[in-house]
């Protein structure tokens, strides 16, 4: 069975989408566990509920409002997903790719991902920003990836570079808007697993040694679509737990909805700067 969603599809929604906002958004944004409020501050905003959206994956977890808001942060117009779907939620990864798809026939080029992550390198603490360099797609590596059936050609190739995921502008872009800022914004690799178990520690020591500073259970699937339409990604990621690599703490979602308390305040600054400068 075809795992393809069709053009016709994807653009039904984008119909949908024009039907019910006068914007005509330039950058999307995703926002992960906690990190929702930045869309309250979106000027003259339009709000669709994803349940009013057929075939959008609905988010089901306690800190993903479950909403697409359109309209103007810092002059630039913009669609926000106040809160994403997953993998373990039950979705396939093509429909969670398919808001990305969305966006891109809306007519983004920039996408700026956000999640709430736990640190794998010992360093990081909860409460601090990762700018992401690059990630690892273990799920991707097991067969699991957002692209897979019969490739879209209107969207992009059937073999994609990934070789720069991230694009270097935007995160040069994002340092500077730290410095200006005093904002410390660390930087690292990101792992998406499939969850919603959180890891042993026996896994994140395997994930450090295969080069990981932070884990979480979303975004790569998003920042691949996104890559396979050629549209520019900026990936920050909320560090929310402390790596347990001994195995002597535990790990919840209410501890990560509070990290994003402090997380917040300091994404909303470096993400309006960048929007800013854009």
Not at 111 to 135: K, Q, R, W, Y
Not at 226 to 237: F, T, Y
Request: hydrophobic share 40%; proline share 6%; with cysteine.
């Amino acid at each position: 069975m075809s795992e393809l969603i069709p053009l016709a599809e994807i653009d039904r929604l984008v119909d949908i989408i024009r039907a019910r906002t006068s914007h005509q958004p330039e950058i999307g944004m995703i926002l992960g566990s906690g990190l929702g409020s930045l869309a309250d501050l979106v000027e003259n905003r339009d709000i669709i509920p994803y349940q009013e959206l057929p075939s959008w994956p609905v988010s089901t977890i306690q800190g993903h409002q479950g909403r697409l808001v359109c309209g103007l942060l810092e002059e630039k117009p913009v669609v926000i997903m106040q809160g994403r779907s997953h993998f373990y939620e039950g979705y396939s990864m093509v429909q969670i790719g398919l808001p990305v798809r969305v966006m891109k026939r809306l007519g983004i080029d920039k996408l700026i991902v956000t999640n709430a992550a736990g640190s794998v390198n010992p360093g990081f603490e909860p409460g601090e920003l990762m700018l992401i360099t690059d990630h690892l797609n273990l799920i991707g590596m097991a067969g699991f990836s957002p692209l897979r059936g019969p490739n879209l050609d209107e969207f992009g190739p059937r073999f994609p570079d990934m070789s720069r995921a991230y694009d270097r502008q935007l995160t040069d872009l994002a340092r500077r808007v730290a410095r200006e800022n005093q904002i410390s914004l660390l930087e690292g690799i990101y792992i998406c697993l499939a969850g919603p178990s959180f890891e042993t520690p026996a896994d994140l020591r395997f994930l450090r040694n295969a080069g990981a500073d932070a884990v979480g259970m979303s975004t790569v699937p998003e920042v691949t679509v996104a890559r396979h339409s050629d549209i520019k990604v900026l990936g920050i990621s909320g560090i929310s737990n402390k790596a347990n690599l001994d195995g002597n703490t535990t790990t919840t979602h209410e501890e990560v909805l509070e990290a994003g308390k402090t997380i917040v305040p300091k994404l909303t600054t470096l993400i309006r700067g960048v929007l800013r400068h854009l």
